[in-house]
Nanobody, 118 residues
C-alpha cells in the first residue's frame, strides 16, 4: 500500500503560480510512472502531466509550456509547478503512482483544490 498526500493548492489570481507536492508514504523509485490529474466541476478526470521511471514526461497540450512535473526520490515526492495560471485551470488536482507493467497497482491521493480567479 502507498498513501499519497497532495498539498500546495489554493486560491491564486490569473497569471500567478503554484507548486503542488505529492508525498508518498514509501519509496517511489520502483514506480513505473507518476502523474498529476485534475477534475473540474462537472467534468471528467484528465491527465495533466506524467513522468516515467526513465524520466520521460508527458504534458497535456492545454498546459504545455506552463506546467512542469518533476520528482525527488530522496523525498518520495512528485511536484507539479504551475505557472501562468488561467481560470480554466481551476480544478481538484490528484496525483497517482503506478507500479507494475503486468500486474498493475495504481494509487491515488485525496486531491488538492486549485482555484484561479480572473
Amino acid at each position: 500500500q502507498v498513501q499519497l498526500v497532495e498539498s500546495g493548492g489554493g486560491l491564486v489570481q490569473a497569471g500567478g503560480s503554484l507548486r503542488l507536492s505529492c508525498a508518498a508514504s514509501r519509496a517511489i523509485d520502483s514506480a513505473d510512472s507518476m502523474g498529476w490529474y485534475r477534475q473540474a466541476p462537472g467534468g471528467q478526470r484528465e491527465l495533466v502531466a506524467s513522468i516515467t521511471s526513465g524520466g520521460t514526461t508527458n504534458v497535456a497540450d492545454s498546459v504545455k509550456g506552463r506546467f512542469t512535473i518533476s520528482r525527488d526520490y530522496a523525498k518520495n515526492t512528485v511536484y507539479l509547478q504551475m505557472n501562468s495560471l488561467k481560470p480554466e485551470d481551476t480544478a481538484l488536482y490528484y496525483c497517482n503512482v503506478r507500479f507494475g507493467a503486468i500486474v498493475v497497482k495504481i494509487y491515488w491521493g485525496q486531491g488538492t483544490q486549485v482555484t484561479v480567479s480572473s
